[in-house]
């Protein structure tokens, strides 16, 4: 069995600020860790993607997260908040074995303010 | 561009009525997900497939049926549209990751229906 729970449904940042994004996983097995991002009435774009390799891990557009199995984190992070930032982000578990699927967190909406 | 095509793209249904959404992928994977997504729940497993011939069900299966008669094709039917349908969804397939890089998922761009 797999679950995630995004911390904070809604962040609201300035312009210019650190971006914190939490969330927590459950997983049976290894898992895999991906955030993803949707900006309104669009498609759902990833962000960047855990699969056992580095514990940091890089994406686009400046983002990061660190895996932290002891603590079964997985936080998105992004040291400066661009107005283009505003969107919906989704943090999501999966392990890949034959009948993998992912497992969805229900969203933190990221608001930046100027 | 090679990838997941969902159509359509948008639909108003009357209670009652039927249809069926279609996923088509060009990118020989194995796996294909329906999706929905509503506001505050993020999205949910409706049914998924392994392969052609294959089916399964996911988190939230009622009301909906499925179909993966071609490997490139997964088809998501309404019988008879509810209200508690209206929704939007996504649909996703993956690589059996055999091959390098067959590993991540690909969504398409979604469908909007609305049942009224």
């Known amino acids: 069995a797999q679950s995630v729970t995004q911390l904070d449904s809604h962040v609201s940042v300035s312009e210019g600020t650190p971006v914190l994004l939490r969330c927590n996983y459950s997983?049976?097995?290894?898992?895999?860790l991906f955030w993803y991002v949707q900006h309104p009435n669009k498609g759902l774009q990833l962000l960047l993607k855990?699969?056992?390799?580095?514990?940091l891990v890089k994406g686009i557009n400046g983002f990061e997260a660190e895996f932290k199995k002891s603590e079964t984190s997985f936080h998105l992070t992004k040291p400066s908040a661009h107005m283009s930032d505003a969107a919906e982000y989704f943090c999501?578990?999966?392990?890949?074995?034959?009948?993998?699927?992912?497992?969805f967190g229900k969203g933190t909406m990221l608001l930046v303010s100027p | 561009n090679a990838g997941v095509t969902q159509t359509p793209k948008f639909r108003v249904l009357k209670t009652g009525q039927s249809m069926t959404l279609l996923c088509a992928q060009d990118?020989?994977?194995?796996?294909m997900y329906w999706y929905r997504q509503d506001p505050g729940m993020g999205l949910r497993l409706i049914h998924y497939?392994?392969?052609?011939?294959?089916?399964a069900k996911g988190e939230v299966p009622d009301g909906y049926n499925v179909s993966r008669l071609k490997k490139q094709n997964f088809l998501l039917g309404l019988e008879s549209a509810a209200p508690s349908q209206t929704s939007v969804y996504f649909c996703?397939?993956?690589?059996?990751?055999?091959?390098?890089?067959?590993?991540?998922?690909?969504f398409g761009s979604g469908t909007r229906l609305t049942v009224v």
């Open positions: 996703a397939s993956r690589g059996d990751g055999r091959t390098m890089g067959s590993y991540g998922y690909t």
């Open positions: 997983s049976s097995y290894s898992p895999s």
């Open positions: 855990y699969t056992s390799a580095a514990t």
């Open positions: 999501v578990v999966s392990h890949f074995s034959g009948y993998s699927t992912l497992t």
């Open positions: 990118m020989n994977h194995e796996y």
């Open positions: 497939s392994v392969g052609e011939g294959t089916t």
